[in-house]
């Protein structure tokens, strides 16, 4: 399983901010960014509602030991989201996309908090592969538009052929402001 480029290129941003709080894997599947990230030293929690590919990452985990811990919830049920306010260091969000999270996913991080997320847009349909529901792409210029309260660092939207596949993805590198207390 190979790390998705972008979380390679951000990797010296993402170290940083695990000095903040837990590296946190949202949707994380069978762990290909977690399993990187803690392969660097840095402690991770990933979180999925599928618990076969949960005790995929933690076998994997188990066997390289890496610092990975698996956390089981339904990230789009009503009361699944399980991250404490002010608590994460740094959130990665990589092919998954739920709205109505982008305020929760902002109060989780800490002051200083790195956001680091990728996903399809809608543009992805003419690849035939991947989600084809509007609810999980993105418009185009959309993904910033979630996160208005963080400090952009680096966004970009297109089509990229960095994988074994072509996608069409937006990318979002964002930090929490220290000064958002009311947050």
Same mark, same amino acid.
């Given at each position: ?52 590919? &949960?005790? @995929?990452?933690?076998?994997?985990? *188990? +066997? ?8 089981? #919830?339904? $990230?789009? %049920? ?37 956001? &680091?997320? @990728?996903?399809?847009?809608?543009? *992805? +349909? ?8 509007? #609810?999980? $792409?993105? %418009? ?44």
């Amino acid at each position: 399983m190979t790390p998705s480029p972008w979380l390679e290129q951000s990797r010296a941003l993402v170290q940083a901010a695990a000095a903040l709080g837990p590296v946190v894997d949202l949707a994380c599947g069978r762990g290909r960014n977690a399993l990187a990230v803690a392969g660097w030293g840095t402690r991770v929690i990933g979180i999925d509602r599928n618990p076969d590919v &949960l005790n @995929e990452l933690a076998g994997a985990a *188990h +066997r390289a030991r890496l610092p990975v811990q698996c956390v089981r #919830a339904d $990230l789009e %049920a009503e009361f699944g989201f399980p991250l404490k306010p002010r608590s994460c260091g740094a959130i990665l969000v990589f092919r998954f996309l739920c709205r109505r999270l982008a305020p929760r996913i902002v109060e989780a991080l800490a002051p200083g908090g790195l956001l &680091l997320t @990728e996903t399809f847009t809608l543009d *992805h +349909r003419q690849f035939g592969y991947g989600p084809t529901r509007e #609810a999980f $792409l993105l %418009a185009a210029g959309e993904l910033p538009t979630l996160f208005p309260e963080l400090v952009i660092d680096a966004t970009w939207e297109g089509v990229s052929n960095a994988g074994p596949r072509p996608e069409a993805v937006a990318r979002l590198r964002a930090f929490r402001h220290s000064s958002l207390d009311g947050l």
